[in-house]
């Protein structure tokens, strides 16, 4: 049950496409169609970005996409706004029906 | 509106015990599995435990098994944590948050509540 590793900061100028790698193992991510990604802004709850790998929940912007290779997640978001400044956590189902939580990304617009 | 309350948190010292609470309103409660995540204080989130809909199955973390308990009671749409043995690491905010109806992500989540152990 270790953590999902993820990078600790990813930055790009607005406008740009940044992407998110979330990389766990056999037995989570490699396993499963149920990684979701989860954005937080300070002092404030987790919000539902995606989900099943690349389903947007209703209201999310198309700006956030999800994809999967093998043991590692893709969160990518294209056209970054100042808004879009904050962490970012991947979440994996895994074996035994526990679920694991990447590390954390701090998304930085420069 | 679906809504979660928590409450319970409190400032209790290494070796105590504490019962968290998280009160659901806004849908049907008896339909949903139920979790806790927790995230230390400046630090990432980690889930805990949760619950089938109807309190048959419940998974825990590894680093809190045989110390917590999870359990809920649909009548009142209310789900527990009963924490034992706790740690200086058990140290964080505490979120109820609900599965998606069928799927295996997080689609609502409380306001959480601060749990300190020292």
């Known amino acids: 049950q270790s953590a999902l590793t993820q990078p600790a900061s990813v930055s790009g100028s607005p406008g740009q496409s940044i992407t998110i790698s979330c990389t766990g193992s056999?037995?989570?991510?490699?396993?499963?169609?149920?990684v979701s990604w989860y954005q937080q802004h300070p002092g404030k709850v987790p919000k539902l970005l995606i989900y099943?790998?690349?389903k947007w929940p209703s209201g999310i912007s198309s700006r956030f996409s999800g994809s999967k290779s093998g043991n590692t997640a893709f969160l990518t978001i294209s056209g970054l706004q100042a808004e879009d400044e904050t962490d970012y956590y991947c979440?994996?189902?895994?074996?035994?029906?526990?679920?694991?939580f990447g590390s954390g990304t701090k998304v930085t617009v420069l | 509106e679906v809504q979660m309350v928590e409450s319970g948190g409190a400032l209790v010292q290494p070796g105590g015990s504490l019962r968290l609470s998280c009160e659901a309103s806004?849908?049907?409660?008896?339909?949903?599995?139920m979790n806790w995540v927790r995230q230390p204080p400046g630090k990432g989130l980690e889930w805990v435990a949760n619950?089938?809909?109807?309190?048959?199955?419940?998974y825990y973390v590894d680093s809190v098994k045989g110390r917590f308990t999870i359990s809920r009671d649909n009548t009142k749409k209310s789900l527990d944590l009963q924490m034992n043995s706790l740690r200086d690491e058990d140290t964080a905010v505490y979120y109820c948050?609900?599965?998606?109806?069928?799927?295996?992500?997080?689609?609502?989540w409380g306001q959480g509540t601060l749990v300190t152990v020292s």
């Open positions: 979440c994996s189902y895994a074996v035994s029906g526990t679920y694991v």
């Open positions: 948050a609900r599965e998606t109806y069928g799927g295996k992500d997080f689609d609502y």
């Open positions: 619950i089938k809909s109807d309190g048959s199955e419940k």
């Open positions: 806004g849908f049907i409660f008896s339909n949903f599995w």
């Open positions: 056999s037995g989570d991510v490699g396993s499963y169609k149920f």
């Open positions: 099943e790998v690349n």
